[in-house]
């Protein structure tokens, strides 16, 4: 990148244009910049806030990575990734060149000094070059172990606190955030050393979604859901993270972490807080991550008694895709995966908010790889009506979907009358869907919460006690896994997980949503 050139980028069009207002002019430092995460996600992103006006008109990025590289040829790599990943509404080819431009490299070591003291150098030469007012954000996009010594290195060169008192410096930090309370507990103290909280964003790209973010709307901008969000209303919530794929190339990752640590733990939990949090007083951050962290400390503990009967894990095996005969490989087949690997791909549990608004209500959590649908939703089941005034016919109680992937939109069931003079009733829907109400392509949720960093709207970011909290109620079910050793493989590729999953529920006179 030239030392005199600044990116700006013309608008798309108005019809596409996004919500997202623009952020203050800055530097986004990517550590990792040579990986994958960086590649797929976070430099398509950046490209799309840029091209529709989000990121200020002045900006600059820098890569930094072990990986030797030169400025040319990472700006090649980001058109390519951008080319490749990004919303193609927004592709123009002179604003991918202008968006190039705007691109810089710093090869080195995450554990030597002089790395950073050259990130330092490149970091002020571009903040006079494009007058970016010493406003920085550094995203941690490298392998969780790697945190702490990019934190460390930041602190000691310097980089960790404002350059002057009126600019800002962020971080934000990928999860994994840790692998159990104590790690956890541990990185936010070495977080602390060098970064004030307000200062950290901890990000789940799950919460940057539109429909997750709706389902606040939902309940506290209309006046006509949030009386029924109740245990007198609501028979049961269930929130399913499903994903048609395996393990793919995160073998090493997953081997190490497992379903319970990837999903449960961040996303699924997450949504739940969502669901369950009560009103707060304003939309702001403080306000929100205050609600969110009482649900967390609200959830009835798990201990080696409940853990028998109210969480199932499960691990896939051999199996076809539905509708197609072809054999897909079982977990312990795949590539860097030990034989004899005792990780859980799936895992369902029953869990209780022992609060006023939702005492006696069971939240039904599940996830899993290898399963027949790629799905993420939330459904609300409402209790039957108390009187069956239409005898005879087979009535299922009303559910309010929230679809969070890969359809974003709410959906509402309901019965009618079928045409014709007999009383004969059908459940129907009544779908909302974002793509056809807003059209445009579809929105990255790491653009919004990248936006949202920029702008310190930490609303949709997790707090340290958050975190912690989570880890709190999971590490019980993850030291009961190790003491356990599982019979697996217990569900073929392809099928909706073990069948003691199904009994989880039909135990209690329901069943899973299997869409």
């Known amino acids: 990148m030239t030392a005199d050139k600044s990116a700006v980028i013309d608008a798309v069009e108005p019809a596409k244009q996004s919500s997202i207002t623009a952020a203050d002019p800055c530097t986004i430092v990517i550590f990792g910049a040579s990986g994958d995460l960086s590649r797929r996600k976070l430099v398509p992103a950046l490209y799309g806030l840029a091209a529709?006006?989000?990121?200020?008109?002045?900006?600059?990025?820098?890569?930094?990575?072990?990986?030797?590289?030169?400025?040319?040829?990472?700006?090649?790599?980001?058109?390519?990734?951008?080319?490749?990943?990004?919303?193609?509404?927004?592709?123009?080819?002179?604003?991918?060149?202008?968006?190039?431009?705007?691109?810089?490299?710093?090869?080195?070591?995450?554990?030597?000094?002089?790395?950073?003291?050259?990130?330092?150098?490149?970091?002020?030469?571009?903040?006079?070059?494009?007058?970016?007012?010493?406003?920085?954000?550094?995203?941690?996009?490298?392998?969780?172990?790697?945190?702490?010594?990019?934190?460390?290195?930041?602190?000691?060169?310097?980089?960790?606190?404002?350059?002057?008192?009126?600019?800002?410096?962020?971080?934000?930090?990928?999860?994994?955030?840790?692998?159990?309370?104590?790690?956890?507990?541990?990185?936010?103290?070495?977080?602390?050393?060098?970064?004030?909280?307000?200062?950290?964003?901890?990000?789940?790209?799950?919460?940057?979604?539109?429909?997750?973010?709706?389902?606040?709307?939902?309940?506290?901008?209309?006046?006509?859901?949030?009386?029924?969000?109740?245990?007198?209303?609501?028979?049961?919530?269930?929130?399913?993270?499903?994903?048609?794929?395996?393990?793919?190339?995160?073998?090493?990752?997953?081997?190490?972490?497992?379903?319970?640590?990837?999903?449960?733990?961040?996303?699924?939990?997450?949504?739940?807080?969502?669901?369950?949090?009560?009103?707060?007083?304003?939309?702001?951050?403080?306000?929100?991550?205050?609600?969110?962290?009482?649900?967390?400390?609200?959830?009835?503990?798990?201990?080696?008694?409940?853990i028998k009967t109210d969480v199932v894990r499960g691990q896939y095996g051999p199996g076809s895709e539905p509708g197609d005969s072809s054999l897909l490989a079982g977990y312990r087949q795949e590539p860097g995966v030990a034989k004899n690997s005792g990780t859980e791909t799936f895992v369902a549990l029953s869990l209780q908010i022992d609060n006023w608004r939702w005492a006696g209500v069971p939240f039904y959590l599940r996830t899993g790889k290898r399963l027949p649908s790629r799905v993420t939703e939330i459904a609300i089941q409402f209790r039957r009506a108390p009187h069956l005034v239409f005898r005879g016919q087979d009535l299922s109680s009303?559910?309010?979907?929230?679809?969070?992937?890969?359809?974003?939109?709410?959906?509402?069931?309901?019965?009618?009358?079928?045409?014709g003079q007999e009383m004969k009733l059908k459940t129907v829907n009544m779908n909302f869907s974002y793509q056809a109400e807003f059209g445009g392509g579809e929105r990255s949720a790491y653009s919004t919460l990248i936006n949202d960093c920029m702008r310190g709207d930490a609303t949709l970011f997790d707090r340290a006690d958050g975190v912690e909290a989570a880890w709190a109620l999971v590490d019980p079910v993850l030291n009961y896994f190790e003491a356990n050793k599982p019979k697996f493989p217990n569900y073929a590729a392809g099928t909706w997980g073990p069948h003691e999953a199904d009994d989880l529920l039909e135990r209690d006179g329901r069943h899973w949503r299997n869409t």
Not at 60 to 71: E, K, S, Y
Not at 121 to 128: G, S, V
């Open 52 to 306: 529709r006006n989000c990121l200020a008109r002045r900006f600059a990025i820098i890569g930094f990575a072990r990986t030797p590289m030169t400025d040319d040829a990472f700006q090649k790599t980001a058109v390519d990734s951008v080319k490749k990943f990004a919303d193609t509404s927004t592709l123009r080819e002179e604003q991918c060149k202008d968006f190039a431009n705007a691109l810089a490299y710093v090869s080195g070591e995450y554990d030597q000094p002089e790395a950073f003291d050259k990130l330092k150098t490149r970091l002020e030469e571009l903040d006079r070059a494009n007058k970016l007012n010493g406003n920085r954000l550094f995203y941690l996009a490298t392998p969780p172990e790697i945190y702490p010594i990019i934190i460390e290195q930041l602190n000691k060169a310097g980089l960790a606190k404002n350059p002057n008192g009126k600019s800002w410096t962020r971080i934000i930090i990928e999860k994994p955030y840790g692998r159990d309370l104590a790690s956890a507990r541990k990185l936010n103290e070495t977080v602390r050393m060098a970064f004030d909280e307000p200062q950290v964003y901890r990000i789940d790209h799950y919460l940057g979604k539109d429909t997750v973010q709706n389902l606040m709307v939902l309940r506290f901008g209309n006046g006509i859901f949030e009386p029924l969000w109740n245990r007198n209303y609501v028979d049961h919530v269930q929130i399913t993270a499903g994903e048609t794929l395996g393990v793919e190339q995160r073998a090493a990752f997953y081997e190490t972490a497992g379903a319970t640590r990837d999903m449960i733990q961040s996303h699924v939990l997450q949504l739940t807080s969502l669901v369950a949090m009560e009103p707060p007083i304003a939309f702001d951050a403080t306000a929100v991550r205050n609600e969110k962290i009482k649900v967390l400390q609200s959830i009835r503990p798990f201990t080696p008694k409940n």
């Open 398 to 419: 009303n559910a309010l979907v929230l679809n969070v992937q890969p359809d974003e939109g709410i959906s509402i069931s309901f019965h009618a009358k079928l045409p």
